[in-house]
């Protein structure tokens, strides 16, 4: 079993085989390669007339263009578990059962410590123990703690150092606690909100850099396939006009959302991968490119392709991974895999916009509004651009996603086993070069205090709307 993982590159995913993208796509025989949109027959100069008064008929508000609503705070428990590589043997060879034993001067585990988000607000209590063999781990320092902060899209680390240890299997639970918000979206005041005149933020600057399961594959490499898409989506954009900065980041973001909904046939599986004991092994993320060519996908590969195109058409973007929560108080909620949509892991994008000098993310639920209908939205209608989606910038239930990283591997030079799964270890002189690892997300609902109620946005006293999310 290869590790996820390579000493290259910074973030690094492991052995992987991408299939090579499709030489056509269902399309009108005159676009061949390309995604296509019934948009694409204006004219580029009718587009940006259009998009213009758009922008310009939005009022200009003092608030946020996203408003917080009901929340809900919740304590996130993050479990990994690798163990050694084990033989069982075999009696007509005369072989023995066997395993192996790693051995190591010093080793540090990381998990994913989630900072902000669109719908979320990171709170700083936190915790991580570590154990080896079932007992309690060797510290390799006083204080073996790890902060790894402002990472790739603003992420972040919470790890582990552990001291010299001969080990065949090692545990990781992290706790963490966090806020999420029902969020609503200004439609009028995003769509007045212009493109940066100068370069982006730091911190949204960094969501147009490759990372890992987006541009580039599990060992480190680019996708590829990847020029197809490329020159598909610059095609589309070209559509916008000689200066697509012409064109609001909003309206942008959602023309590219309507024709990625379009193009989309279906979504297929959970976009979990099973370990042979029949744990959660890690997530399955085939390629932005064989994505985009098969036009199916599960909840992880539909968000990268999204998350991709905005970051061509010069968007900051990033896929955010969260587990839906409990809604009925019925206690620990956990990963299972199953088909119910409380526990499930999801995955959604956020693309960056800036008002008042500071960066906004904006949610856009792709797979929620591919489940709610098969029929993307008419984006060569302007009044259907300019009216609100459900799942974009507006989340039902928001209060319910409980976000958890924004990566499937970590942007760090870390190891995982097989698939990736948040997580990494890196240890000298070197990692296990063979393991079994498997993961597991539990999500309690967390008492609202006095304090905490004090702390709760003026916006967030809004009436919560019904529920009823609907499944694929």
């Not at 580029?44 to 705070?73: H, K």
């Not at 545990?171 to 029902?182: I, P, T």
């Not at 909003?250 to 023309?255: H, M, P, V």
């Not at 999204?306 to 990033?318: E, N």
Request: with cysteine; glycine share 8%.
């Amino acid at each position: 079993m290869a590790p996820v993982g390579a000493d290259r590159n910074p973030a690094v995913g492991g052995s992987y085989s991408l299939p090579p993208a499709r030489d056509a796509l269902a399309a009108p025989a005159s676009t061949p390669h390309m995604l296509w949109s019934p948009m694409m027959t204006r004219t580029p100069s009718s587009f940006v007339a259009i998009f213009a008064c758009l922008a310009l008929a939005a009022p200009v508000l003092a608030q946020s263009v996203l408003r917080q609503g009901d929340r809900r705070d919740w304590t996130l428990e993050f479990n990994v578990t690798i163990r050694a590589w084990q033989d069982a043997g075999n009696q007509q060879q005369r072989r023995g059962a066997s395993f192996d034993v790693w051995k190591f001067s010093q080793a540090t585990v990381v998990v994913p410590w989630p900072e902000d988000t669109s719908l979320s607000r990171a709170n700083e209590n936190r915790s991580i123990e570590v154990t080896v063999d079932d007992r309690e781990a060797t510290p390799a320092r006083a204080k073996p703690e790890v902060i790894l902060a402002n990472r790739h899209a603003d992420s972040r680390y919470l790890g582990y150092a552990i001291g010299a240890s001969s080990a065949r299997e090692i545990g990781v639970v992290a706790k963490m606690a966090l806020s999420s918000f029902e969020v609503t979206l200004d439609d009028e005041r995003a769509m007045a909100i212009e493109w940066p005149d100068e370069d982006w933020p730091s911190e949204a600057k960094s969501a147009l850099d490759e990372q890992v399961g987006i541009e580039w594959d599990l060992d480190g490499r680019p996708y590829r396939g990847l020029d197809r898409v490329s020159g598909s989506i610059d095609r589309l954009l070209s559509n916008l006009g000689s200066e697509p900065r012409n064109v609001s980041p909003y309206l942008t973001a959602k023309y590219l959302t309507g024709a990625i909904w379009g193009h989309m046939r279906s979504r297929s599986g959970s976009g979990l991968n099973t370990a042979r004991t029949g744990e959660i092994e890690g997530i399955d993320v085939s390629g932005v490119a064989d994505t985009f060519a098969r036009r199916r996908g599960n909840d992880f590969e539909v968000a990268a392709l999204l998350t991709y195109v905005f970051r061509r058409a010069g968007l900051p973007a990033r896929t955010v991974f969260g587990v839906v929560a409990e809604k009925k108080g019925r206690g620990a909620n956990e990963l299972t895999g199953d088909n119910d949509d409380e526990g499930d892991i999801v995955a959604w994008v956020e693309f960056a916009v800036i008002e008042r000098g500071r960066t906004t993310w904006i949610p856009v639920h792709i797979n929620e509004m591919m489940d709610s209908t098969s029929r993307a939205p008419n984006i060569n209608d302007m009044e259907v651009l300019r009216k609100p989606w459900e799942g974009f910038g507006t989340i039902k239930d928001s209060q319910y996603l409980v976000p958890f990283s924004f990566h499937a591997h970590p942007p760090l030079s870390v190891k995982a086993y097989n698939s990736p799964a948040f997580w990494g270890i890196f240890a000298e002189p070197n990692e296990p070069s063979r393991a079994e690892q498997s993961m597991r997300i539990n999500v309690t609902s967390t008492p609202v205090t006095a304090d905490s109620q004090r702390e709760q946005p003026e916006q967030q006293q809004t009436p919560r709307r019904s529920r009823g999310r609907g499944r694929r």
